[in-house]
Nanobody
Framework: QAHLVESGGGLVQPGGSLRLSCAASGFTLDYYVVGWFRQAPGKEREGVSLISNNDGSTYYANSVKGRFTISRDNAKNTVYLQMNSLKPEDTAVYYC?????????????????WGQGTQVTVSS
């Protein structure tokens, strides 16, 4: 059975860093586009970043551009999200999900096979 499991969340002070991991089991991640999303309390789920399956192209929401970096390690069947210079407004539950190889959007409805999420809290 195909599963995605996110990890690496936690409590961090403003300006700090975290690295989130999205590990796949039961299927091979390298066929898919993988996206990171986040959802804060009372807000809609929003796309943060995606990485393509073939040439490693990456896309970022304007709110995280220059601070977050997405990468993938196909040997480990894992995608990462390195988050630097974290701000209180980055506080949310972060999810990863897969999409068809041709997808290049950060619309949640274009993604399937979601993980359970990991909490990121940025606070002093």
């Amino acid at each position: 059975q195909a599963h995605l499991v996110e990890s690496g969340g936690g409590l961090v002070q403003p300006g700090g860093s975290l690295r989130l991991s999205c590990a796949a089991s039961g299927f091979t991640l390298d066929y898919y586009v993988v996206g990171w999303f986040r959802q804060a309390p009372g807000k809609e789920r929003e796309g943060v970043s995606l990485i393509s399956n073939n040439d490693g192209s990456t896309y970022y929401a304007n709110s995280v551009k220059g601070r977050f970096t997405i990468s993938r390690d196909n040997a480990k069947n894992t995608v990462y999200l390195q988050m630097n210079s974290l701000k209180p407004e980055d506080t949310a539950v972060y999810y990863c999900a897969t999409a068809h190889p041709l997808v290049r959007s950060l619309r949640p409805r274009d993604y399937e096979n979601w993980g359970q999420g990991t909490q990121v809290t940025v606070s002093s």
